[in-house]
T-cell receptor
Framework: NAGVTQTPKFQVLKTGQSMTLQCAQD?????MSWYRQDPGMGLRLIHY???????DQGEVPNGYNVSRSTTEDFPLRLLSAAPSQTSVYFC?????????????FGEGSRLTVL | DAKTTQPPSMDCAEGRAANLPCNHS???????VYWYRQIHSQGPQYIIH???NNETNEMASLIITEDRKSSTLILPHATLRDTAVYYC???????????FGSGTKLNVKP
């Protein structure tokens, strides 16, 4: 049981380049989300999905696209990378049971945009 | 979702109880209180949650005031491995946006 797997773990981009951060989970969770964390800051929600074919914006969606074609995968696309997108990106999947809402996180993807 | 206020940092001696406060004065009746922590550069980890009753699990205890305007996370015997950022979050069941805020950096010292 791998949990939540993110790839790549590290990436360096030049301004204007595009790339996709991959996220896969094997827990059959309907809910998946992407966060970014800048140095010394808390996590900020970029996009989330409540099931295959359903996505919505979080706090900081500009510059990012997502899609959810399967329950397992939730890729995050940077359309035209900017230095302001230098950050650590975390993918999470979660389930809800009554009041319990437990997020399971990947190990993070550290992105540097030059 | 209601806003939460946490102190930016706290110190605790190893072996002593760590009491982390959280204010959520605008919490509504159907909002739960959740606590997560983030150790170093890992993804956050769920600790505990509650609605209005005090809760305890193998990791921590959660004390919610009677008016629900504040809560305290208690780590009964803090160890060096408990050094982390602790996030207090309030959320309505079924609300899909889960916001972390800034959290409290707990430093456990020998």
């Amino acid at each position: 049981n791998a949990g939540v797997t993110q790839t790549p773990k590290f990436q360096v981009l030049k301004t204007g380049q595009s790339m996709t951060l991959q996220c896969a989970q094997d827990m059959n969770h309907e809910y998946m989300s992407w966060y970014r964390q800048d140095p010394g800051m808390g996590l900020r929600l970029i996009h989330y999905s409540v099931g295959a074919g359903i996505t919505d914006q979080g706090e900081v969606p500009n510059g990012y696209n997502v899609s959810r074609s399967t329950t397992e995968d939730f890729p995050l696309r940077l359309l035209s990378a900017a230095p302001s997108q230098t950050s650590v990106y975390f993918c999470a999947s979660s389930y809800e049971a009554g009041g319990l809402f437990e997020l399971f996180f990947g190990e993070g993807s550290r992105l540097t945009v030059l | 979702d209601a806003k939460t206020t946490q102190p930016p940092s706290m110190d605790c001696a190893e072996g002593r109880a760590a009491n982390l406060p959280c204010n959520h004065s605008t919490i509504s009746g159907n909002e739960y209180v959740y606590w997560y922590r983030q150790i170093h550069s890992q993804g956050p980890q769920y600790i505990i949650h509650g609605l209005k009753n005090n809760e305890t699990n193998e990791m921590a205890s959660l004390i919610i005031t009677e008016d629900r305007k504040s809560s305290t996370l208690i780590l009964p015997h803090a160890t060096l491995r408990d050094t982390a950022v602790y996030y207090c979050i309030v959320r309505v069941v079924g609300f899909n946006k889960f916001y972390f805020g800034s959290g409290t950096k707990l430093n456990v010292k020998p």
